[in-house]
């Protein structure tokens, strides 16, 4: 069976500080990844998505970036964090034009 | 452009009462639809989905959702609400051949003994 996994769990991190999260996919391969943000009271922000290694799509502009260095592995990261990044991490993954899996998530508080 | 609209941030119902929470859809196309669940602190778990096979969906926990394409809507209901239903419920949308999800703001819902 396919097994999703985001690391760390919690983060609290200074403004301006880097940023790396990460989340791997076990059980499947080729799958597309996703990275979505979750604001306190709001919606999950797709941030962006990949169909492959070295394939990274953007769906808004913002502080952060995110890269796929191998195939199951999916990597979000900042140079310096603003205190807008705080927010709910999730990573997500798929086989097919159908459902979304998503892992447990990073909480990002930045001070 | 694609759309989900959840009417209600918040619900709150007795246990054992029914339990509706609306989602609202617009798509240029049949579009499938998905309803999550998420606990505190956790990742969104799938509660159901519709991929265009029957309209009225079973999911897990008892809960099931209509597709009512005349309406846009495909609202959750559960018969009988359980504490351990507590959760938010997000309402999400991807049109056929995509596999990108464009998620509601999310319903919260609260159950009191």
């Known amino acids: 069976s396919q097994t999703i996994h985001q690391w760390p769990a919690t983060l609290v991190q200074p403004v301006g500080s880097p940023l790396s999260l990460e989340c791997t996919v076990e059980?499947?391969?080729?799958?597309?990844l996703y990275w979505y943000r979750q604001a306190a009271g709001r919606g999950l922000q797709l941030l962006f998505y990949?169909?492959?290694?070295?394939?990274i799509s953007s769906e808004v502009p913002q502080n952060l970036s995110a890269s796929r260095p191998q195939d199951r592995q999916f990597i979000l990261s900042s140079k310096k964090l603003l205190l807008s990044d705080s927010g709910f991490y999730l990573c997500?993954?798929?086989?097919?034009?159908?459902?979304?899996?998503f892992g447990p998530g990073t909480r990002l508080t930045v001070l | 452009a694609q759309s989900v609209t959840q009417l209600g941030s918040h619900v709150s119902v007795s246990e054992g009462a029914l339990v509706l929470l609306r989602c609202n859809y617009s798509?240029?196309?049949?579009?499938?639809l998905f309803w999550y669940v998420q606990y505190p602190n956790q990742g969104l778990q799938l509660l159901l989905k519709?991929?265009?096979?029957?309209?009225l969906v079973k999911g897990i926990n008892g809960f099931e959702a209509e597709f009512k394409k005349s309406e846009t809507s495909f609202h959750l209901t559960k018969p009988s609400a359980h504490m351990s239903d507590a959760a938010e419920y997000f309402c999400?949308?991807?049109?056929?051949?995509?596999?990108?999800?464009?998620f509601g703001t999310g319903t919260r819902l609260q159950v009191f003994p």
């Open positions: 997500a993954w798929t086989m097919s034009t159908d459902t979304q899996y």
């Open positions: 519709y991929t265009s096979a029957a309209t």
């Open positions: 798509s240029s196309v049949p579009p499938y």
């Open positions: 999400a949308v991807s049109e056929r051949n995509t596999d990108k999800l464009i």
């Open positions: 990949s169909v492959g290694i070295g394939q």
């Open positions: 059980g499947t391969s080729n799958p597309n």
